[in-house]
């Protein structure tokens, strides 16, 4: 199983453009999760699913849109990227009926902005 | 107040030294509490539950006091494998949608 997966690993994008952040797990969970990890302050939430069809706002959701596409994927879209956007982006899911809530991560996106 | 707060770091130990990690978080209704792992340039991934009994895994062990909001790692017998940043992370959902992820804690394990 390959677990979660991102793509893109790297990304340098100009103030002001758009991009699309692809997630995909293949563990048939129900939520998954989109982070941003800067430094010194930990992982901070942009938005999750708790199951196909529903999104919602986490903590820092402004500059962000999101589609569950399906149960397997998750997207992250930046429509006019801004330089406080450069961040590590993290995709992760998990199965919460399990009781364990435990996340599986993707390996990341390393985006910078210009 | 940051919701989950962790003890600064870095920490730079011998192998072979136990170290302690520390962890207080402020909603009194979190409700399921972790360790994880990071590696420096790579993902989390889960280290540890936390019971509120304590629980031990191997060389490491994690205790839970809820009446004082505190979270605590302890490993034993550190190797140079061990070298990464631990981040204690909170639920405060029902659901499991609202983790919070403390800043981390980075040690080094030295030779």
């Known amino acids: 199983n390959a677990g979660v997966t991102q793509t893109p690993k790297f990304q340098v994008l100009k103030t002001g453009q758009s991009m699309t952040l692809q997630c995909a797990q293949d563990m048939n969970h129900n939520s998954m999760y989109w982070y941003r990890q800067d430094p010194g302050m930990g992982l901070r939430l942009i938005y999750y699913s708790a199951s196909e069809g529903t999104t919602d706002k986490g903590e820092v959701p402004n500059g962000y849109n999101v589609s569950r596409l399906n149960k397997r994927e998750f997207s992250l879209r930046l429509e006019s990227a801004a330089p406080s956007q450069t961040s590590v982006y993290f995709c992760?899911?998990?199965?919460?009926?399990?009781?364990?809530?435990?996340?599986?991560f993707g390996p990341g996106t390393r985006l910078t902005v210009t | 107040r940051k919701e989950v707060e962790q003890d600064p770091g870095p920490f730079n130990v011998p192998e072979g030294a136990t170290v302690a990690f520390n962890c207080t978080y402020s909603?009194?209704?979190?409700?399921?509490f972790f360790w994880y792992r990071q590696d420096c340039r790579k993902e989390p991934k889960l280290l540890m539950s936390?019971?509120?009994s304590g629980n031990e895994d191997g060389r490491f062990t994690a205790q839970l006091n809820r009446a004082s909001q505190y979270i605590s790692l302890l490993i034993r017998d550190s190797k140079l494998s061990d070298s990464a940043t631990y981040l204690c992370?909170?639920?405060?959902?029902?659901?499991?949608?609202?983790?919070?992820f403390g800043p981390g804690t980075r040690l080094s394990v030295l030779p």
């Open positions: 992760a899911s998990s199965e919460a009926s399990s009781g364990s809530y435990e996340q599986y």
């Open positions: 992370v909170v639920n405060i959902g029902n659901y499991g949608q609202n983790f919070v």
């Open positions: 909603n009194s209704a979190s409700q399921s």
């Open positions: 936390v019971y509120s």
